[in-house]
């Protein structure tokens, strides 16, 4: 099955630095959602976009959903160490005849305090 | 409190026997899934049921069963014909808008280890 391209694969950085992070697909897609799993958890919803060019914000995460509608990218602010998990983007087409969520291979995100 | 439960959290079993894993929710979704995860690899849809007894195969269901009698669970059963059960298994649910499902929510999960 197809699964989306995410970048980077793993990022340790300091509490306090900005993070950024893309998805893209060969395919276009109409929704675009972020989720945060956390180790031994269950991933937990924390972005959806619904329009191409759309920046949504929640706390410290902002999400864009691409112009091309190929890509999305998640930037968190001024990181603290419960950030710490893995980022999954993913993508569907809500409206079409299957619309299952492709998912991302995922950012790991560690915070040295 | 509404969500999705997943029992039990850890599950050992010994190589060739079948395993049910549990998935209940109260949020009255009617669509319910099943995804498997490996280490460094994204999620990767096992089944799917949009409706009450009924249910789709999806990416890698080989090696896999369910069933949905009722709206709140879908039970997952590993059976022995999986090459390589030892997995994270998830399992999610969401509402159904017209032919449409809606964003997909998450149990915490069943870390199914054979020996």
């Known amino acids: 099955g197809q699964q989306l391209n995410q970048s980077p694969q793993s990022m340790f950085i300091q509490e306090g630095e900005d993070v950024s992070m893309n998805c893209t697909s060969s395919s276009i897609f109409n929704t675009w959602l972020w989720y945060k799993q956390d180790p031994g958890e269950g991933p937990v919803l924390l972005i959806a976009l619904y329009k191409a060019g759309e920046l949504t914000s929640n706390g410290r995460l902002t999400a864009q959903f691409g112009i091309t509608r190929k890509d999305s990218f998640l930037n968190i602010s001024a990181s603290i160490p419960s950030d710490v998990g893995i980022y999954f983007c993913?993508?569907?087409?809500?409206?079409?005849?299957?619309?299952?969520?492709?998912f991302g291979t995922g950012t790991l995100l560690a915070v040295q305090p | 409190d509404g969500g999705i439960t997943q029992s039990p959290k850890y599950l050992f079993r010994k190589e060739g026997q079948n395993v049910t894993l549990s998935c209940e929710q109260n949020?009255?979704?009617?669509?319910m899934y099943w995804y498997r995860q490996d280490p460094g690899q994204g999620l990767r849809l096992i089944y799917y049921?949009?409706?009450?007894?009924?249910?789709q195969k999806g990416d890698i269901a080989e090696g896999y069963s369910v069933s949905r009698e009722k709206k709140e669970s879908f039970p997952l059963t590993v059976t022995s014909a999986q090459k390589n059960p030892t997995a994270f298994y998830l399992c999610a649910s969401s509402i159904v808008r017209g032919r449409s499902t809606d964003t997909q929510y998450f149990g915490p999960g069943t870390r199914l280890t054979v020996l």
């Open positions: 993913a993508g569907t087409n809500y409206g079409g005849a299957t619309n299952k969520l492709i």
């Open positions: 949020l009255n979704h009617d669509a």
């Open positions: 049921s949009q409706i009450v007894n009924d249910f």
